[in-house]
């Protein structure tokens, strides 16, 4: 990850380059405080050569928008590349930020020389893997053996995790090992489930395989007839690296709603 920090007049220009999470979000924040200790608050971020964000930097740079525009400057972004594009129009930040195709109308923006940000991101389709809504492969027991099946990750906690599964259906043509016919008298509270998932929101490439057990288990009929289960399990073996990389996750999201919801405000 590297910064270029330049000024044009009174704007401070910040060109962020590679990828930009938790690892090596310290340094970067240290060296942003200091531009706005400064006084140095009208901001441009170029982002044209960022790669990659994650939760974390992503909280980061919200407050900085934030602390800008509380001394009297504002905080604008120029020329995000694709992975950012569909990130903002993800989480909704095009609604948030000024957001400009070049450097030079970014830097305009605090001359009054731009009368609108000239970004659309009305194209880009929301990406459910920046959603959180991560695929989560996961194994039940039944008739005599272990099957796997995958279901959709609902929600993420510090010690387990919620994910949707839809139930087969049963017939006499199509009799599966677990269907709406069996599905209360194969699945239990307490029984074991081994899951595998992809940290969602931002993370790239890294799994989670652990066993769990079942906590909260229910089922419901969907709008198009079909059998939607819920389960809420719990961590049982995991890794203690996994275990704090999760937390880590939650509490980042926990403060990207918190300072979402400060800034919209």
């Not at 203690?240 to 990207?256: G, I, K, T, Y």
């Amino acid at each position: 990850m590297k910064l270029e920090h330049s000024r044009v007049g009174d704007v401070t220009l910040l060109e962020f380059s590679g990828e930009f999470d938790a690892f090596n979000l310290p340094p970067i924040q240290k060296a942003v405080d200091e531009i706005l200790d400064r006084g140095e608050t009208r901001l441009v971020l170029q982002l044209a050569r960022l790669t990659f964000l994650n939760s974390s930097a992503l909280g980061y740079l919200i407050k900085v928008r934030r602390r800008a525009q509380e001394a009297g400057g504002d905080c604008v972004l120029a020329e995000p590349g694709r992975f950012v594009r569909k990130l903002l129009a993800t989480v909704g930040l095009d609604r948030l930020y000024s957001i400009y195709e070049t450097t030079p109308d970014a830097m305009r923006h605090f001359g009054g020389g731009v009368l609108a940000p000239g970004a659309d991101l009305s194209g880009e389709e929301a990406d459910e893997a920046l959603r959180g809504e991560s695929a989560v492969l996961f194994a039940l027991e039944a008739e005599g053996r272990e099957r796997k099946y995958v279901g959709k990750i609902a929600s993420l906690y510090a010690d387990g995790l919620k994910f949707r599964w839809i139930i087969p259906g049963w017939s006499r043509d199509v009799r599966p090992p677990i269907s709406t016919a069996n599905f209360e008298k194969v699945i239990q509270v307490g029984a074991k489930v081994p899951v595998k998932f992809r940290q969602p929101f931002l993370v790239q490439g890294k799994y989670f395989e652990m066993a769990t057990k079942i906590v909260r288990v229910g089922k419901d009929t969907l709008d198009d007839g079909t059998t939607e289960a819920m389960f809420v399990v719990k961590y049982l073996d995991a890794k203690p690296d996994d275990v704090a990389l999760l937390r880590r996750f939650v509490s980042d999201m926990e403060q990207l709603r918190q300072e979402l919801g400060g800034a919209q405000t």
